[in-house]
């Protein structure tokens, strides 16, 4: 008897360590939640924040610190797998705290669903909110916008589902609870403010007050199983436990579960939680590195925008002038000392596309990190046709008027086009500012100074216009370059030229002219930049030029014709319509009214110009918003017509990569070797005998194409290639 006895108090004393483990089990997960409520704002409000230059936690959201390109994003992406394991955890514990509670094992299972469903965040990072002020929006928005619906449904699921597990007091609180989360959360709800670029003074206190609410409600959560499982002995915790073992005089009605059922569950639910921890950091780690990371345009215009200083962005919205005949000394300073990421090619060059070549890939090698974060120049130049073509010469087709040009068939028009954008892009030029989509009436014609007199228009009617300009667009798309529409919203009308003359005013054009509709077709023909006139249009808007008027370039041209692209002002730096303010000012004005690149053909303005950004981007959030929204859209215009794709290194050694380019730029399968066929082309291509052997012959024609002098080398030599790798970067 007595031995029955000692195995029974032994039986007893194993069962009571058996629940005390337990208990401590569940005590630990519950306390996830709570370390989950201190850390989640430690991590986000304090670490994160504090590596975010610049970031307010009272007027920008939470998402934000860890959006594609925030500086505090990589410290988040670490830090998300703890706070998935420490929810997972939570919703576990509550789970086993149940007793027999249906609607706190519904919670606890809503709890852990939402904690896994969290680990997706790395795969949904909203853009920063310049870039959706910019139009950048991507995929990735959109499934940060269905992610953050989804928590919503979670949190009031669970929270809903747990309340009825206490009294009174805790429904009531859950109630406040879900009532301030949603109201808050409602109120920061502000996508379509990103979105138009304005600001959000108080998005981001509204929603932590949302999110404050919700945290809270994890703690008091917690606490009160906690409390409820400390006071609760181990045998009431079976009683209330369906199919657990139980001393014989506390008998259970029903199933009785076998001992080692209960140690197996756990047992699974533990080895559920370590396949997830190793899951998720295969994730994080596979799932965010540069292996798996995107490289479309908006992506690669998101990286450059991230490893930009503010200098360095105000330097991409400016295009400064440099001769044709070769880069001057003042635009090959500005590279470097204000940053300027885009250049024009002016005056007139008559010595065909080799010194071109040249010079853009000269101008290219200033594209450091230093100068311009590695970001390549935007290469323009004007190239019309009739009395406005920069560019001429043998390897220049000699292009007629744009009259000339609509009188042709809609099908030689854009072949020649694309022929005359061939000669370009080859010769290192990526925009042509063309084509002139004002409309001239037949009434007016040549008496209109800055169009009709040189014949810049393609017909007298919008409807011409219209098309003919679009066959431009098609055309010089087609072989990769980018063109302009100007000049907005139309310079047919007036009487004298904004070059030349001050108070240049047009009389006639409205809104909704008919002449607007040129416009439209040419930027739904792809056109990614549109000019802006500097004449001041009095039934629009009387009180300044448009180039400085927020009804035309923000009304007018982004909401009217839903344009999303780049916009550009006509040269602010010498034209005598602008004279009257300073260069700093027009700089200003033309970005607070929501243009994107200033134009100035004289570099000597540029220094107030930049300065003059740069000051009252410092001084104004506003247009700091604007500053960083404009530079977006350059990068992803740059992006977009491959500015931004990886770039040979000029080493001067002709390796696998370099002969990968050339194949590239051929038109040939990149084999990395330099076989027959690919001399062959590339004799072709330089004007040379296509024989496939590189010799002497070759090697003259093709320094010849570069516009570098030849040295009579009978072979490849480093110099040679290093200008090819130059000219290969403005290519490809």
Not at 389 to 408: C, D, E, K, S, Y
Not at 500 to 509: C, E, L, P, Q, S
Not at 599 to 616: E, I, K
Not at 676 to 695: E, F, H, N, P
Request: glycine share 10%; hydrophobic share 45%; net charge positive.
């Amino acid at each position: 008897m007595s031995g029955s006895i000692r195995q029974g108090l032994l039986g007893v004393r194993r069962d009571l360590s058996e629940q005390t483990t337990r208990r401590k089990v569940r005590q630990a997960l519950l306390a996830c939640g709570v370390l989950y409520a201190v850390l989640y704002p430690v991590a986000n409000d304090a670490i994160a924040a504090m590596l975010y230059p610049g970031y307010s936690r009272l007027s920008q959201a939470v998402s934000e610190l860890s959006a594609t390109g925030a500086p505090s994003k990589p410290f988040l992406t670490a830090a998300g797998p703890l706070f998935t394991l420490l929810q997972v955890g939570f919703g576990i514990g509550m789970w086993q705290s149940a007793h027999g509670r249906r609607a706190v094992r519904i919670a606890g299972a809503l709890m852990v669903a939402h904690g896994v469903m969290s680990a997706l965040w790395v795969f949904a990072p909203m853009s920063r909110r310049e870039v959706i002020a910019a139009g950048g929006a991507t995929s990735a928005d959109t499934r940060h916008l269905v992610l953050a619906a989804g928590t919503g449904l979670f949190i009031v699921a669970y929270v809903a589902a747990s309340s009825v597990a206490f009294g009174w007091w805790f429904r009531a609180y859950s109630v406040v609870t879900l009532a301030t989360a949603l109201v808050f959360g409602r109120l920061s709800a502000q996508v379509g403010t990103l979105e138009a670029g304005k600001p959000t003074p108080y998005m981001g206190l509204l929603e932590r007050v949302g999110i404050g609410a919700w945290l809270l409600w994890l703690v008091v959560a917690a606490v009160a199983l906690l409390h409820r499982d400390a006071t609760t002995s181990p045998w009431q915790h079976e009683a209330a436990s369906p199919g657990s073992q139980r001393p014989s005089h506390q008998p259970v009605p029903g199933l009785v579960r076998p001992r080692g059922m209960e140690h197996r569950t756990q047992h699974r639910v533990a080895s559920l939680v370590v396949a997830l921890a190793t899951t998720l950091a295969t994730v994080v780690t596979t799932g965010t590195g540069p292996a798996g990371a995107a490289t479309t345009p908006a992506s690669l215009a998101q990286a450059a925008f991230a490893r930009m200083t503010e200098p360095q962005r105000i330097g991409q919205l400016f295009m400064v002038g440099t001769p044709a005949t070769g880069l001057s000394t003042a635009a090959a300073s500005d590279i470097y000392s204000y940053h300027v990421g885009n250049l024009i090619l002016t005056g007139r060059s008559y010595a065909g596309p080799a010194p071109v070549r040249y010079l853009t890939a000269s101008a290219d090698r200033r594209t450091t990190s230093t100068a311009t974060a590695g970001v390549p120049l935007l290469v323009a130049t004007d190239q019309e046709g009739g009395a406005v073509q920069v560019l001429q010469g043998n390897g220049f087709t000699r292009i007629p008027t744009a009259l000339t040009q609509g009188t042709w068939a809609d099908t030689t028009l854009t072949a020649s086009a694309a022929s005359w954008g061939r000669q370009l892009t080859r010769a290192g030029v990526d925009l042509n500012l063309a084509p002139v989509m004002d409309t001239v009436p037949a009434t007016l014609g040549t008496g209109n100074p800055p169009i009709g007199y040189w014949y810049r228009e393609y017909g007298h009617t919008p409807a011409v216009v219209a098309a003919k300009g679009s066959d431009v667009v098609r055309g010089e798309r087609s072989v990769g370059l980018a063109v302009t529409a100007k000049h907005f919203p139309g310079l047919g009308h007036v009487t004298a030229n904004t070059d030349t003359t001050a108070g240049v005013t047009d009389t006639v054009t409205t809104r909704t002219s008919a002449d607007i509709a040129a416009f439209r077709a040419a930027t739904a023909a792809g056109a990614p930049v549109v000019m802006v006139s500097l004449a001041v249009y009095s039934r629009i808007d009387a009180a300044r030029p448009a180039a400085f008027s927020p009804t035309v370039i923000t009304g007018m041209i982004r909401g009217d014709l839903g344009f999303t692209g780049v916009v550009m002002s006509d040269d602010l730096g010498n034209a005598r319509q602008v004279a009257a303010w300073s260069p700093g000012t027009r700089a200003v004005a033309f970005i607070y009214a929501g243009g994107d690149v200033v134009l100035t053909v004289n570099p000597a303005v540029l220094p107030a110009m930049v300065g003059a950004v740069s000051a009252r981007a410092t001084t104004d959030p506003v247009f700091r918003a604007k500053v960083d929204a404009a530079a977006y859209r350059v990068l992803l215009t740059k992006a977009g017509y491959g500015l931004l794709s990886p770039r040979l290194a000029t080493d001067g050694a002709l390796g696998p990569l370099t002969v990968s380019a050339v194949q590239r730029w051929l038109g040939l399968t990149a084999t990395g070797s330099l076989g027959s066929t690919t001399i062959r082309a590339l004799q072709a291509r330089v004007g040379t005998t296509a024989d496939g052997l590189w010799g002497p012959a070759s090697m003259a024609a093709l320094q010849s194409y570069l516009g570098i002098t030849r040295d009579g080398a009978t072979t490849w030599n480093s110099r040679t290639v290093n200008d090819l790798q130059a000219y290969l970067n403005t290519q490809l």
